[in-house]
């Protein structure tokens, strides 16, 4: 090779979604995989201001930031100067989906003039834009990594609890913002849990409140951050729940809070609830739902009441939660929350998951209802034991609880089944006695168990659906 021989690189860098999914990790390295790609560490300074702000970047930003950087140690090595707006992004053919870009890097005069006719080809089955020159705002719903495209909603038949089929959504576009909760089968046999096919919303994933059993810690576990909060941008959520919203005519409730606290993201200068609602509340047939361990409610409260919000509050008996729910708001604010809530004219449901027959679990719950039931009158009440997925049981680090799982289904380990019934039943009766009151429902419990309460599992109306 000559001295003066002029070489033209094409460049593949990854999309922001994919970096900004380890840069955490990265930035807590002394060495990471990206100081070896940029050649330097320059790159930290922008997130090393505020590491505490970092989930709120949006994707769009880190991208521009980074290949900003990656021409400037470009042209410092002597290319000639790459203007911003030329990469490439580049999709999948089928889900269009972004992967990565491609840059180009030339130190001849007319490299650019080249790569400029070359660029308006788009490799074949695939898509191709520039990243908007605008997009270095902070905000995740201002960020320009989506392009707007008409999304297809996929739907198959499901054989519902009551026996009859019917056809339903089971996702929009890929599911990775709205898929149907389909990991229970139909109940078969008197060990199968029984679990409705509700429809998730998939807005975030992950939870700070740290519970011992928390079922998030098997499902993240091979996540670098395990079940830190994530969030996905705000506005490819509205893509999705925009195309939903305007194409299914059955009633649907969508479930925020299957994979996430649903009120995780309220402290946040744009917070989920009111972005979510505002959507919402443009329809009268659909709703949302939040389920929530967070005290957080300001920004619900500075809304006018939707009748198309649910809010369920998830409690426990006091003497559970101090033990096992150590970094959750206190089941009195939490309750006060709900109260709040319900005063201002939401509909609020109760779900008191996991009970665990703890010595004087009875006495416990028991005061757990009283304390509700003296605040206000939630829509229905949603009864759920200890249970514990074998990944759940392989992923927590406090496994104290495990104690009390003797029993299999398919759902992972369960209370002895007796004592599941002695304590749903001893509530039950509490309820209907003394508050009069009968709208429970139970929580992925098992066929056997609902015939032994005398419960019709085909009538059901939990927590998560309409």
């Known amino acids: 090779m000559t001295k003066d021989r002029r070489i033209d690189l094409v460049i593949t860098f990854p999309e922001g979604m994919d970096i900004k999914r380890n840069i955490a990790r990265y930035l807590k390295q002394s060495h990471s995989i990206l100081d070896d790609y940029f050649g330097a560490e320059e790159w930290r300074k922008i997130f090393t201001k505020d590491v505490r702000n970092l ?151 992950g939870c700070p409140f740290d519970c011992a059993w928390c079922y998030l810690k098997g499902t993240f576990r091979f996540q670098p951050d395990g079940t830190s909060p994530k969030f996905k941008p705000l506005e490819k959520v509205k893509s999705h729940v925009d195309a939903f919203l305007a194409e299914v005519d059955s009633t649907e409730i969508l479930n925020t809070g299957e994979i996430a606290d649903s009120l995780m993201g309220e402290k946040n200068d744009h917070p989920f609830a009111k972005f979510i609602i505002s959507l919402f509340e443009k329809q009268a047939r659909h709703k949302v739902l939040f389920v929530t361990k967070s005290a957080a409610i300001k920004h619900l409260l500075d809304i006018p009441v939707s009748r198309q919000v649910v809010i369920s509050f998830s409690l426990n008996a006091e003497e559970v939660a101090k033990k096992w729910e150590k970094k959750a708001p206190t089941i009195k604010s939490r309750i006060e929350a709900a109260q709040k809530l319900y005063n201002h004219g939401y509909e609020v449901r109760i779900r008191i998951d996991p009970m665990v027959p703890v010595e004087n679990w009875e006495k416990f719950y028991v005061q757990l209802i009283d304390q509700l039931f003296n605040s206000f009158l ?82 059901i109306r939990c927590n998560c659906v309409w």
């Open 378 to 459: 939630p829509e229905r009440v949603t009864l759920g034991s200890l249970r514990g997925l074998q990944s759940t049981i392989n992923g927590v680090k406090d496994n104290s609880w495990v104690k009390y799982l003797s029993e299999s289904s398919n759902w992972g380990k369960k209370v002895d089944f007796d004592l599941r019934a002695a304590m749903y039943g001893r509530i039950m009766s509490y309820l209907t006695r003394k508050y009069n009151y009968s709208n429970v429902a139970l929580c992925k419990e098992t066929v056997a168990l609902w015939n032994e309460l005398g419960l019709s599992y085909k009538k």
């Open 55 to 205: 989930s709120q970047l949006s994707s769009a930003f880190i991208e521009k930031y980074l290949i900003d950087y990656y021409r400037k140690k470009l042209v410092e090595i002597g290319y000639k100067e790459i203007k911003s707006g030329e990469e490439i992004l580049i999709k999948s053919s089928q889900k269009k989906l972004p992967l990565y870009y491609l840059l180009f890097a030339s130190k001849h005069p007319l490299g650019h003039k080249f790569w400029k006719e070359i660029s308006k080809i788009s490799p074949t089955g695939q898509i191709s834009f520039s990243l908007n020159n605008n997009s270095d705002n902070l905000v995740r719903e201002n960020s320009a990594e989506y392009l707007p495209v008409k999304l297809k909603l996929v739907y198959k038949d499901y054989k519902l609890l009551e026996g009859r089929t019917k056809k339903l959504v089971e996702r929009v576009s890929d599911g990775s913002i709205i898929t149907r909760f389909n990991k229970t089968p139909f109940p078969e046999s008197l060990n199968d849990v029984v679990c409705p096919h509700f429809l998730e919303l998939k807005w975030a994933y």
